[in-house]
């Protein structure tokens, strides 16, 4: 059966299940310190050898040592990439945007001034994903916000119920040359997407007359609050694996008071595939990724968050790699059996990518 918030191509084999599919332990879960993703870390923890360390440092001697996907004209892409998210303040706001000029479209009227009553839930989370979809997401789920997942110290106010979950798909070419700049290239369009369709989203709701908070991998864990709303499961890399486009996903959300019918979790045999296929522990460069057969409470470093059962990944050396490579890296979504389109080749050249 194939759910409903489900857009762009199908597999066969989704069932939609009761619960969400990962396993918690309520007795060690805590809400996660924010201050322990390696990026942070960078900035405070003296005691880890990435302090410090910005993983472009290399870049320069990268691209002067003539690298195959590191060249001047693939970096040039990859700074273009992230501008609309770098620039674009208002993408990850949790207010109406101010703008300077006259607002187009709107004859001047504030309508988040009056509110539109919703008798149907149903029928407002269609025209929600509607929306979204005319935004920019490629897959849209609704859940009840589950607060184990906010980052420690965010409280959001007891009204906003409810979370629209979006994945924006990451150019499959782009990601196939990991770990070259052009797949970084291809992460960082994901990332301004975001903010248009975050942006776009908040405003839509709020002229509606109700309240948004836009959020990127800010404010609360963006993966188990995606198996809540139902795009996928978690997979051994550490990310949520959607049937439509595996791990080649990044993800956003709006927590809202708007009043919409939830969608349920789904189930699709990711934890049976991990267990066996390890595809993304052996191609990881940095030995980041475990490849015990089970997963397990294990946590494996500090930037991990303790209180699930799952395959931990070592965060500390995924970033240490990121550093050497002198960019990011996402050759476990690459690698992953689920990355697939239509047959298409999923391990590219930059020049097969260039097409020259
Ligand atoms: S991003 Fe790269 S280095 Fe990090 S876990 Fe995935 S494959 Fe390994
Ligand atoms: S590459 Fe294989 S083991 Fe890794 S997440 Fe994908 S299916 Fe699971």
Not at 152 to 163: A, C, L, R, S, Y
Request: glycine share 8%; aromatic share 8%; charged share 25%.
């Amino acid at each position: 059966m194939r759910s409903d918030n489900a857009i762009g191509p199908s597999r066969t084999g989704v069932r939609v299940v009761k619960k969400p599919s990962y396993v918690v332990d309520q007795s060690r879960l805590q809400r996660f310190d924010v201050r322990n993703t390696v990026f942070e870390r960078i900035t405070w923890d003296s005691s880890w050898k990435g302090h410090k360390q910005m993983y472009d440092e290399r870049l320069l001697d990268t691209v002067a040592e003539g690298k195959c996907g590191y060249s001047r004209v693939d970096v040039a892409l990859t700074c273009a990439s992230w501008i609309v998210h770098d620039a674009f303040e208002g993408g990850f706001s949790w207010k109406k945007i101010e703008i300077q000029r006259t607002p187009r479209g709107s004859l001047g009227i504030d309508w988040t001034k009056t509110t539109c009553e919703v008798n149907d839930t149903r029928k407002m989370s269609v025209c929600v994903k509607r929306a979204a979809r005319l935004f920019g997401a490629s897959l849209i789920g609704i859940c009840k916000l589950n607060r184990d997942w906010l980052y420690t110290g965010i409280e959001i106010p007891d009204e906003f119920q409810n979370v629209i979950v979006m994945a924006i798909e990451m150019d499959l070419d782009g990601i196939g040359t990991s770990p070259t700049a052009l797949a970084a290239a291809a992460t960082g369009v994901g990332y301004s997407k975001m903010a248009f369709t975050l942006a776009s989203m908040g405003e839509f709701i709020r002229n509606l007359g109700y309240e948004a908070i836009q959020c990127g991998n800010d404010t609360a864990l963006s993966v188990p609050i995606a198996i809540d709303a139902g795009l996928g499961e978690l997979g051994r890399n550490g990310l949520l694996i959607t049937p439509q486009y595996g791990p080649r996903v990044r993800l956003c959300k709006i927590f809202t008071n708007l009043p919409l019918q939830l969608d349920k979790p789904i189930e699709f045999g990711v934890k049976g595939s991990c267990k066996k296929c390890k595809l993304c522990a052996k191609h990881c460069e940095a030995h980041a990724i475990s490849v015990e057969d089970d997963p397990s409470f294990t946590v494996i470093c500090q930037s991990n968050n303790p209180g699930a059962l799952k395959w931990y990944v070592d965060a500390e050396k995924c970033y240490l790699y990121w550093c050497e490579n002198g960019t990011d890296c996402s050759t476990c979504i690459k690698v992953c059996p689920y990355n697939i389109a239509s047959g298409r080749k999923t391990d590219l050249s930059s020049k097969e990518f260039w097409g020259t």
